[in-house]
Protein backbone atom coordinates (compact mmCIF):
# COMPACT_ATOMS: atom_id res chain seq x y z
CA UNK A 1 0.00 0.00 0.00
CA UNK A 2 2.94 2.46 0.73
CA UNK A 3 4.87 1.36 -2.22
CA UNK A 4 1.29 2.20 -4.56
CA UNK A 5 0.92 5.74 -2.44
CA UNK A 6 3.91 6.83 -3.09
CA UNK A 7 4.39 5.02 -6.85
CA UNK A 8 1.34 7.62 -7.49
CA UNK A 9 3.21 10.34 -6.42
CA UNK A 10 6.62 10.04 -8.86
CA UNK A 11 8.46 8.52 -5.54
CA UNK A 12 10.31 4.87 -6.19
CA UNK A 13 12.46 3.49 -3.51
CA UNK A 14 14.25 0.33 -3.34
CA UNK A 15 12.73 -2.90 -1.18
CA UNK A 16 15.05 -2.32 1.70
CA UNK A 17 13.32 1.41 1.95
CA UNK A 18 9.55 -0.59 2.23
CA UNK A 19 10.85 -2.91 5.27
CA UNK A 20 12.58 -0.17 6.82
CA UNK A 21 9.01 1.86 6.53
CA UNK A 22 7.21 -1.71 7.92
CA UNK A 23 9.68 -1.18 11.14
CA UNK A 24 9.33 2.17 11.58
CA UNK A 25 5.48 2.04 11.46
CA UNK A 26 5.34 -0.81 13.73
CA UNK A 27 7.91 0.70 16.53
CA UNK A 28 6.06 4.46 16.00
CA UNK A 29 2.29 2.68 16.63
CA UNK A 30 4.07 0.66 19.64
CA UNK A 31 6.12 3.60 21.20
CA UNK A 32 3.45 6.36 20.24
CA UNK A 33 0.39 5.23 21.94
CA UNK A 34 2.83 4.77 25.46
CA UNK A 35 5.27 8.17 24.89
CA UNK A 36 2.15 9.95 22.92
CA UNK A 37 4.30 10.98 20.06
CA UNK A 38 2.09 11.46 17.56
CA UNK A 39 -2.04 11.75 17.39
CA UNK A 40 -2.05 10.34 13.83
CA UNK A 41 -1.10 6.17 14.37
CA UNK A 42 -2.55 4.27 11.96
CA UNK A 43 -1.17 2.85 9.16
CA UNK A 44 -2.69 4.69 6.67
CA UNK A 45 -1.88 7.87 8.83
CA UNK A 46 1.59 7.10 9.02
CA UNK A 47 1.72 6.41 5.19
CA UNK A 48 0.13 9.87 4.56
CA UNK A 49 2.64 11.28 6.61
CA UNK A 50 5.70 9.66 5.13
CA UNK A 51 4.50 10.39 2.01
CA UNK A 52 4.18 14.42 3.27
CA UNK A 53 8.29 13.77 4.10
CA UNK A 54 9.29 12.52 0.91
CA UNK A 55 7.06 14.55 -1.47
CA UNK A 56 9.56 17.06 -1.96
CA UNK A 57 12.31 14.74 -3.22
CA UNK A 58 10.39 15.19 -6.60
CA UNK A 59 11.31 19.17 -6.70
CA UNK A 60 14.11 20.15 -4.69
CA UNK A 61 17.83 19.89 -5.64
CA UNK A 62 20.17 16.96 -4.14
CA UNK A 63 22.01 17.85 -1.18
CA UNK A 64 24.79 15.74 1.03
CA UNK A 65 23.29 16.55 4.27
CA UNK A 66 20.69 18.27 5.80
CA UNK A 67 19.62 18.79 9.58
CA UNK A 68 16.01 18.61 10.62
CA UNK A 69 14.61 20.75 13.12
CA UNK A 70 12.33 19.51 15.93
CA UNK A 71 11.67 15.93 14.14
CA UNK A 72 9.22 14.72 16.98
CA UNK A 73 7.90 11.13 15.61
CA UNK A 74 10.37 11.26 12.80
CA UNK A 75 8.24 13.92 10.53
CA UNK A 76 9.91 14.57 7.50
CA UNK A 77 14.08 14.26 8.98
CA UNK A 78 13.70 9.80 10.20
CA UNK A 79 12.04 9.63 6.91
CA UNK A 80 14.30 11.30 4.76
CA UNK A 81 17.08 9.59 6.13
CA UNK A 82 16.04 6.07 5.84
CA UNK A 83 15.00 6.68 2.38
CA UNK A 84 18.59 8.65 1.54
CA UNK A 85 20.83 6.42 3.55
CA UNK A 86 23.46 8.05 1.32
CA UNK A 87 23.10 11.80 3.10
CA UNK A 88 24.62 12.66 6.40
CA UNK A 89 21.51 13.41 8.56
CA UNK A 90 21.02 15.45 11.67
CA UNK A 91 17.86 15.23 13.70
CA UNK A 92 17.21 18.18 16.13
CA UNK A 93 15.05 17.28 18.77
CA UNK A 94 15.07 18.78 22.30
CA UNK A 95 12.32 16.39 23.93
CA UNK A 96 14.02 13.30 25.61
CA UNK A 97 11.49 11.05 24.92
CA UNK A 98 11.39 11.28 21.44
CA UNK A 99 15.02 11.57 21.20
CA UNK A 100 14.90 8.01 22.88
CA UNK A 101 12.62 6.80 20.11
CA UNK A 102 14.27 8.35 17.55
CA UNK A 103 17.82 6.64 18.56
CA UNK A 104 15.96 3.37 18.70
CA UNK A 105 14.63 3.46 15.04
CA UNK A 106 18.08 4.59 14.16
CA UNK A 107 19.33 1.13 16.01
CA UNK A 108 16.89 -0.76 14.88
CA UNK A 109 17.50 -0.02 11.33
CA UNK A 110 21.16 0.58 11.40
CA UNK A 111 21.29 4.20 9.89
CA UNK A 112 24.98 4.72 9.82
CA UNK A 113 24.12 8.27 8.00
CA UNK A 114 21.83 9.44 11.59
CA UNK A 115 22.90 11.82 14.19
CA UNK A 116 20.12 12.38 16.59
CA UNK A 117 21.25 15.64 18.99
CA UNK A 118 19.39 16.33 22.11
CA UNK A 119 18.76 19.76 22.22
CA UNK A 120 17.32 23.14 20.55
CA UNK A 121 18.99 23.92 17.16
CA UNK A 122 20.59 27.67 18.48
CA UNK A 123 22.21 25.88 20.95
CA UNK A 124 23.58 23.37 18.62
CA UNK A 125 27.50 24.13 17.68
CA UNK A 126 30.04 22.46 15.18
CA UNK A 127 27.23 21.58 12.59
CA UNK A 128 26.71 23.38 9.34
CA UNK A 129 24.58 21.41 6.53
CA UNK A 130 23.60 22.03 2.87
CA UNK A 131 20.10 21.67 3.40
CA UNK A 132 17.70 22.53 6.47
CA UNK A 133 14.47 20.91 7.02
CA UNK A 134 11.39 21.69 9.48
CA UNK A 135 7.82 20.44 9.76
CA UNK A 136 5.04 22.60 12.33
CA UNK A 137 7.49 23.88 14.48
CA UNK A 138 7.46 27.72 14.37
CA UNK A 139 7.05 30.39 11.85
CA UNK A 140 9.47 30.94 8.66
CA UNK A 141 10.78 34.58 10.21
CA UNK A 142 12.02 32.57 13.53
CA UNK A 143 13.35 29.31 11.70
CA UNK A 144 15.42 31.37 9.43
CA UNK A 145 16.81 33.28 12.68
CA UNK A 146 17.27 30.59 14.94
CA UNK A 147 18.85 27.82 12.66
CA UNK A 148 21.54 30.73 11.17
CA UNK A 149 24.52 28.72 13.00
CA UNK A 150 24.00 25.61 11.39
CA UNK A 151 23.97 27.11 7.73
CA UNK A 152 26.25 27.05 5.09
CA UNK A 153 26.52 30.22 2.85
CA UNK A 154 24.76 28.40 0.40
CA UNK A 155 22.32 26.43 2.28
CA UNK A 156 18.97 25.64 0.98
CA UNK A 157 15.70 25.20 3.32
CA UNK A 158 12.84 22.75 2.76
CA UNK A 159 9.68 24.51 5.48
CA UNK A 160 6.66 22.31 5.60
CA UNK A 161 4.17 24.84 6.62
CA UNK A 162 0.10 24.79 6.56
CA UNK A 163 -1.92 28.25 5.21
CA UNK A 164 -0.29 30.95 6.97
CA UNK A 165 2.32 30.51 4.83
CA UNK A 166 1.61 33.72 2.79
CA UNK A 167 1.72 35.45 5.20
CA UNK A 168 4.87 34.28 6.50
CA UNK A 169 7.08 34.61 3.48
CA UNK A 170 6.15 38.41 3.63
CA UNK A 171 7.02 39.48 7.07
CA UNK A 172 10.80 36.92 6.66
CA UNK A 173 11.28 38.57 3.44
CA UNK A 174 12.30 35.94 1.87
CA UNK A 175 13.41 35.43 -2.01
CA UNK A 176 14.46 32.81 -4.41
CA UNK A 177 11.89 30.70 -3.45
CA UNK A 178 9.34 27.76 -4.62
CA UNK A 179 6.20 27.07 -2.87
CA UNK A 180 4.60 23.69 -4.05
CA UNK A 181 1.34 22.46 -2.44
CA UNK A 182 0.00 18.96 -2.02
CA UNK A 183 -3.29 18.82 -0.37
CA UNK A 184 -3.33 20.94 2.54
CA UNK A 185 0.37 21.10 2.79
CA UNK A 186 2.57 24.36 1.82
CA UNK A 187 6.09 23.10 0.84
CA UNK A 188 8.42 25.82 0.77
CA UNK A 189 11.63 25.58 -0.48
CA UNK A 190 14.35 28.04 -0.26
CA UNK A 191 17.12 27.83 -2.58
CA UNK A 192 20.92 28.63 -1.65
CA UNK A 193 22.60 30.81 -3.66
Given amino acids: MLKELLKSNNLKFDEKFYSDCEVFTKLLQQWGSVHNLSGRLTKEDINENILDSLYPLTFIDKYESFADIGTGAGYPGLILAIALRDVKSYLIEPRIKRVSFLNFVKASLKLDNLTV???RVEDVKDLKVDLITSRAVTNTSLLLDITKNIKKKNSSY?????????????SAKVNNYKIVNRKDRNYLYVKGK
Fill in 158 to 170: LFYKGSMLEVEIE
Fill in 117 to 119: LCN
